[in-house]
């Protein structure tokens, strides 16, 4: 699948996917090891999106499951298709009559009906869910596991059986097993510390808030007409706002949000007025709003003095710009 | 390489990161899979196979720095630093290679006629990775992994110095520099060669020491860790500096999650209702009484109601504040919430505790959030009756009231009857009182007076007490 961690890496950057050595190891050995990968980190830095890339990358079929609260095994593995089941009864209700002609006893009719059983216990009207359905699937597949976190303790019982043998059972008909093991990624918010069993049988992945640096190059990737110092300077402001105490701390989605925000209003350059009007981009609730407008001073100073500070490293005139930004 | 890893899980283990036996053996298959030359990529890969929590990754980069690189990268210090300060006895600095080039030679003639120990050919040859496995298992066997403080590091490192018989090395390789001279090698080259021995050995002297000291330090990190939390846990509300109250946060907001967790399950199991028959003959007439449809009852969602009263006095001045950040953080968890304060009158702080974050919501609540005077004697029978007067309409059969204070009334009428009514009315009535129940009722202390209309009466003064509670309290 992978030839190598640098492979991982480049692979997943021609689907503009930019990720750091880690991240490439490890999915790297998810492909060798055919292990599931739980992948954990805050949200919005790209959990999600990575599962997307790399079945992008595979040529894969992407199969998300998105977990939520009371999520059973009707919705997640499989279902009865119960009305048709009921309506091929009703169809062939002659028939089954033909097939009851002539019992001499209640007994004699219910086993000759129970004889025909696997009729309506069969695949015919199974409705595969996205467990079953990665399962059976005949094309090698990449199954997503939205948000485990938000799903109940129970589910990951049988979550369990799926990871570990990839096969699911039925018990009016038997066990799928998996034709072709099917790469699986987990994401997990930590709204909930998942079951040492489940963990046990996956590689753990922790996506952090990215680096300056790769954040500028992510960002620089994504959208693609942002310019260098723009990008530069949203970047900074971004890792200085995460540095604050905020109730949602604004990640790497929230950067490529307002930086598509600050390019619809033609922002070029970063200012006191723009970052105000456009902070609701990145902050959502009212009190880290309110925070941040008391730190902006504080934020967009800094930016200067760091531009001062380059600028004198340099030994070159500090820019311009930067008088504007007082 | 394989005891390296093993032993580098049981270090994991022993820092209270849990490794299963599975977790190792998928750490050799994956090793197989990546090449070990890279050390980012080698770090990574025990780590995704070892690690499965998010908490655990500073242990775990801690220990990986401290065992898998600090000792090799000290012991090349140490030696190269040997080989260039050594000087022959002129001032000159010494021609490590060229000296070795010679020795070579010179040995190649003497074939069988000197003996060697292991330990003394890797000091020859500056074997280090030779010399890093010889250490490792002469402490092993000196039993290093026993060691427990800073005294016994001289112990240790004699111990293993005697265990690897570095004694003996010195004495073969002074010999071999003897047999040398008497071999027509210049006395120059070997009075640096003896030189240069001298320095390898107190290197190698100070390098079992410094894998001594290391050996401790990994020991006392799970030791440090874990005692630091326990302290924690155990520590009274009272006396907390900064830095305690910030890892306080993170416990009570993990406490918080498990409250929202046993509330989901809950939800869930209430959600599914029995046949409801009724509806579902009605609904399927359209379909000639074929059941096409099939109908649950649906039950009613309990959610539970908490209104909290928490005693902000100067007496448990120091208790409140956590008690507040539970409350903060409950409010957080429970949509049908109502938050007061009192001392002797009584406000409420469920919009304050809305609108602001919790540092500020609690030094805001302390300060009477701007609804009452904090400037009084306590008088919870005032309170109470104040509660009785204006709120009792918040509390109905579904509502647990929650009451954080030390019942000290000062000496004023406690007026239990107020209690017992809004008892009347409620689900339950919950009292966390940071005094030992052997204080309860005395000196100014009513709590006995309350008791009779409080269903759970409980201690609490630290964390761990209150998880205990926080059970009875959902369910």
Redesign the interface.
């Known amino acids: 699948m992978f030839e190598s961690?640098e492979d991982v890496q480049k692979r997943l950057g021609e689907q503009s996917y930019i990720c750091d050595?880690?991240i490439a190891?490890?999915v790297?050995?998810a492909g060798?090891?055919e292990?599931p990968v739980?992948v954990?980190?805050p949200a919005g830095v790209g959990k999600t999106e990575l599962a997307k890339a790399v079945a992008k990358a595979t040529g894969r079929h992407l199969i998300r499951l998105q977990c939520y609260?009371?999520l059973d095994e009707a919705k997640a593995l499989y279902e009865w298709e119960?009305?048709k089941q009921?309506l091929y009864t009703?169809i062939l209700k002659e028939k089954l009559s033909e097939v009851m002609a002539g019992a001499t006893s209640l007994r004699e009719a219910a086993d000759r009906v129970g004889q025909e059983d696997s009729v309506f216990f069969s695949s015919r009207f199974i409705v595969p869910r996205p467990l079953l359905a990665a399962i059976t699937a005949d094309e090698p597949n990449l199954l997503l596991v939205d948000e485990v976190d938000k799903s109940?303790?129970e589910f990951e019982a049988f979550l369990l059986e799926v990871l570990s043998d990839f096969q699911v059972s039925v018990p009016e008909i038997g066990t799928f097993a998996a034709r072709q093991k099917p790469l699986v990624f987990l994401t997990s918010n930590?709204?909930?510390?998942m079951s040492?069993a489940l963990?046990?049988r996956?590689?753990?992945?922790?996506i952090d808030f990215p680096s300056q640096e790769l954040e500028t190059r992510i960002l620089e990737t994504k959208v693609p007409g942002v310019g260098q110092r723009l990008a530069e300077d949203l970047v900074g402001v971004m890792q200085r706002l995460r540095k604050l105490?905020l109730?949602k701390t604004p990640s790497i989605s929230e950067t490529l949000d307002w930086a598509r925000a600050l390019l619809a209003l033609n922002g070029t350059s970063l200012d006191e007025s723009l970052v105000r009007d456009t902070l609701n981009v990145i902050l959502k609730y009212?009190?880290d709003i309110k925070?941040a407008h008391g730190e902006l001073g504080r934020l967009i100073a800094r930016k200067a003095e760091d531009e001062a500070g380059k600028a004198a490293a340099a030994g070159a005139p500090a820019p311009a710009k930067k008088a504007s930004l007082h | 390489m394989q005891r390296k890893i093993l032993e580098f899980t049981n270090l994991l283990r022993k820092s209270g990161v849990r490794v299963s036996v599975a977790e190792a053996i998928d750490t050799f298959v994956a090793l197989d899979e990546v090449s070990v030359g890279d050390r980012e990529v080698f770090r990574d890969a025990l780590r995704t196979t070892m690690v499965k929590r998010g908490d655990d990754i500073p242990t775990f980069d801690h220990l990986f720095d401290l065992y898998w690189s600090a000792f090799y990268d000290g012991l090349r210090d140490a030696f190269d630093k040997a080989a260039q300060s050594g000087t022959d006895g002129k001032g000159a600095p010494i021609d490590v290679e060229a000296l070795m080039r010679q020795l070579r030679d010179q040995l190649e003639g003497m074939q069988g006629s000197v003996d060697l120990s292991e330990l003394a050919k890797a000091l020859l040859t500056q074997d280090l990775s030779r010399l890093e496995q010889l250490i490792r298992d002469a402490a092993q066997q000196s039993g290093v992994g026993r060691i427990e403080n800073m005294l016994q590091v001289g112990f240790f490192t004699r111990r293993t110095m005697e265990q690897m018989d570095a004694e003996g090395a010195g004495r073969q390789l002074r010999e071999l520099a003897q047999k040398l001279r008497e071999g027509g090698m210049p006395d120059a080259q070997v009075d640096a060669l003896m030189e240069l021995i001298e320095r390898y050995l107190e290197a190698l002297r100070q390098s079992v020491r410094q894998f001594t000291e290391r050996e401790l330090q990994q020991r006392n990190f799970d030791y440090m860790e874990k005692f630091r939390r326990e302290s924690l846990l155990e520590k009274s509300f009272y006396n907390l500096t900064e830095d305690e109250i910030r890892q306080m946060r993170e416990v009570v907001t993990r406490l918080a999650h498990r409250i929202k967790n046993i509330l989901s399950i809950r939800k869930r199991r209430l959600k599914k209702g029995k046949l409801d028959l009724h509806t579902m003959l009605r609904r399927n007439m359209a379909h000639g009484g074929v059941p096409f449809e099939v109908v649950y009852k649906q039950r009613k969602k309990d959610r539970p109601k908490l209104v909290i009263l928490c005693d902000v006095s100067s007496s448990v001045a120091n208790v409140s504040r956590f008690m507040l950040q539970f409350v903060y953080q409950l409010q957080e968890c429970f949509h049908k919430i109502r938050s007061f304060v009192f001392v002797s009158e009584l406000g409420e702080v469920t919009q304050l505790f809305k609108d602001l974050d919790v540092n500020q919501a609690i030094e805001k609540a302390l300060d009477g959030g701007d609804v009452i005077n904090v400037y009084t004697r306590s008088n919870f029978g005032h309170a109470f009756h104040l509660f009785w007067r204006d709120y009792l309409a918040a509390v109905d059969d579904k509502t647990t009231v929650l009451v954080l204070g030390d019942a000290r009334n000062n000496y004023n009428d406690a007026k239990a009857w107020c209690l017992r009514e809004v008892h009347n009315k409620a689900k339950n009535v919950v009292w966390l009182n940071p005094e030992s129940p052997s204080a309860w009722g005395f000196g100014d202390s009513v709590m006995d007076k309350y008791l009779p209309s409080v269903d759970v009466a409980e201690e609490c003064r630290n964390l761990r007490q209150l998880s205990r509670i926080v059970d009875r309290l959902v369910l």
């Open positions: 961690v050595k880690n190891t490890v790297f050995l060798r090891l292990k739980l954990e980190g609260e009371g119960y009305s009921l009703q109940d303790p930590d709204a909930r510390e040492d963990k046990r996956c590689l753990h992945l922790y105490d109730k009212e009190g925070k």
